[in-house]
């Protein structure tokens, strides 16, 4: 398969998968595991002998397949396709995501020519991209970096300036609640001097009501 993978580690999601044997006397079983990703289609193929297995199996977990759990049945990773390429019974571990890790590689071919090729040397699951720090370890290392920062610079921190927003909100504030006194101590000076029209003119008292004894018609 062509590629134009480098050296490096790469986010690749499987695309088949298919049990084989090598060519020649030793006819070594192995699962052929395909990759796509943004440079293309690469395989690796692992092998199943009683060396290799462990690793196998450890890259066969990594792709979510554990095969005690499967009851060791490697026909669920043979994918079969037809001869349009459309896939008629997909592998198990068939749009499993991953990060692969390459290596250069010497090999010879049939005709004894020396090739150098990019291969699959790990498979590693796909983590996190950062470790979040738990909520009080956090504050604790931010607190010791501003210190330390200040410190270093030798000059304490200055103090915001203040948004032009912000500023155009305090002045009209200001000037409401400068409005609100004057307003109040005017209430106030009016209470005391009876405002413009002079001093308040005294409370009229009532008569007295008349009494039984009170003739409305006297006479004379």
């Not at 398969?1 to 480098?6: A, I, K, N, P, R």
């Not at 297995?53 to 669920?76: A, I, M, N, S």
């Not at 790990?122 to 931010?142: C, H, S, V, Y």
């Not at 270093?152 to 000037?175: E, F, I, L, V, Y």
Request: net charge negative; with cysteine; glycine share 10%.
């Amino acid at each position: 398969m062509s590629h134009e993978y480098g050296i490096g580690e790469y986010e690749v999601e499987v695309c088949g998968s298919w049990v084989g044997q090598s060519s020649g006397d030793s006819r070594t079983p192995y699962v052929e595991i395909a990759f796509n990703g943004e440079y293309g289609v690469i395989s690796v193929r692992k092998y199943l002998t009683e060396k290799a297995y462990p690793y196998t199996e450890k890259d066969l977990v990594t792709l979510g397949w554990t095969p005690r759990e499967h009851g060791y049945e490697f026909e669920e990773l043979h994918q079969i396709e037809d001869d349009d390429g459309r896939v008629t019974k997909p592998s198990a571990i068939l749009g499993a995501r991953c990060r692969i890790k390459t290596k250069q590689e010497a090999w010879t071919n049939e005709k004894g020519e020396e090739r150098v090729s990019v291969k699959i040397q790990f498979i590693n699951p796909i983590g996190p991209r950062r470790q979040e720090l738990p909520a009080d370890e956090r504050t604790k290392l931010l607190a010791g970096l501003r210190k330390n920062a200040i410190a270093w610079s030798g000059k304490p921190p200055a103090k915001p300036a203040p948004k032009p927003d912000d500023r155009k909100a305090r002045t009209q504030k200001a000037a409401q609640e400068g409005a609100a006194r004057a307003g109040s101590r005017s209430q106030r000076l009016q209470g005391v001097t009876g405002g413009d029209d002079g001093p308040p003119e005294p409370a009229e008292i009532p008569e007295d009501p008349p009494g039984d004894d009170w003739d409305s018609n006297p006479r004379f």
